[in-house]
């Protein structure tokens, strides 16, 4: 698939050979710079146009050998700074989400093998794409940013109900 970004300056597209591993390009379209990610594919913008996040799967050969051998595949969530280059990631990656300012970026994670609890709750990651802070909130089974993306509503689903309950939290103060 490919996405352009909301100011037009950035285009994201994958690439998969037959019977290959996936290849995410993601160009400036204004000085035909480029950034080339193995392995990575379903790219996004955030709404300012600064960062492009994606997701990272394992090699197909390693993929492969995971699956027979009945081991979990986890995917990676990962960030990049279009102007600098810089990386940030997440292992174990269910899903992404810029907030609606492309101040924040969260991830929520799906939970370790060897978790083997019945709660649906697993850590949700978010950064703070300003200063680069991370917040890690444990046992979140969903959530979501405001339109203002002033606030961050989540369920927290814990293991013996302890703390079970809908949060909301301001991301101006961390209250």
Same mark, same amino acid.
């Given at each position: 698939g490919t996405e352009i970004s909301n100011n037009g300056n950035w285009m994201a597209y &994958? *690439?998969?050979?037959? &019977?290959g591993d996936d290849?995410?390009? +993601?160009? @400036?379209l204004r000085n035909? @710079? $480029?950034? =080339? =990610?193995? *392995? !990575?594919?379903?790219a996004s913008f955030s709404n300012d146009s600064k960062w492009a996040a994606y997701t990272v799967?394992?090699? $197909? +050969?390693?993929?492969?050998k995971m699956s027979k051998s009945g081991? %979990? =595949?986890?995917? %990676? !969530? $990962? *960030?990049?700074? *279009?102007?600098t280059g810089e990386?940030? @990631?997440v292992e174990r990656s269910a899903n992404l989400e810029f907030s609606e300012d &492309?101040?924040?970026w969260a991830v929520h994670r799906e939970k370790p093998d060897t978790d083997k609890s019945s709660h649906k709750g697993s850590d949700l990651i978010i950064r703070n794409l300003k200063d680069g802070t991370v917040i890690n909130i444990g046992n979140v089974s969903e959530f979501s940013f405001n %339109?203002? @993306?002033t606030m961050l509503a989540y369920l927290v689903d814990a293991n013996d109900k302890e703390g079970n309950g809908v949060y909301l939290k301001n991301l101006n103060t961390n209250v």
């Open positions: &994958g *690439l998969r050979p037959n &019977g290849t995410l390009h +993601v160009i @400036s035909n @710079s $480029e950034h =080339i =990610i193995p *392995l !990575a594919q379903n799967m394992n090699d $197909e +050969v390693t993929r492969k081991d %979990k =595949i986890y995917n %990676k !969530a $990962e *960030l990049i700074n *279009l102007q990386k940030y @990631s &492309g101040n924040y %339109k203002k @993306s």
